[in-house]
């Protein structure tokens, strides 16, 4: 199977997002808090006139934030008639990864158990494919 990711990095991790649910990967410029919001959103941005949830992937993950977002990088994808800029610590290429996915292995946390689909090999190393639903909390009929 090959098949193309997004591979970047979060809390030290390689990670991939199935290319086909990226819309693009931008810069955050600024973001505009939203109250009573669970602590992974960060607040709203824009992208061409269209707003933009914001995602901390560390804090969705169960790690401590990076901080401020402004400045970061973040994959923007559509969800359920919804975009979302992920921020990532980096974003690296998007890569043509050839193999099946494998199970993930342990010694990960259930942080990363709880929101990847598996593991792909890639050219620099073992990277966990996001379940971009799971991260946002979502259950796959909510996502579809």
Known sequence: MTSLMLLCTIAGRQAAIPAHAIRSVIEI?????????PPWIVGLTALRSQALTVVDCRVALGFESAGDPVGSRAAVIALD???????VDDASDVEEIEGDIQQLRGGFGRQWADAALGMVET????AI??????????DQSEAA
Do not use: Q
């Not at 410029?29 to 919001?37: F, L, R």
């Not at 008639?81 to 921020?87: F, N, P, R, S």
């Not at 494919?129 to 979502?138: C, H, K, R």
């Open 29 to 37: 410029d600024a973001v505009e808090p939203i109250p009573g919001t």
């Open 81 to 87: 008639g919804h975009l979302y800029a992920l921020v």
């Open 123 to 126: 050219p620099r190393g073992p």
């Open 129 to 138: 494919i996001l379940d971009v639903p799971a991260l946002l909390g979502l």
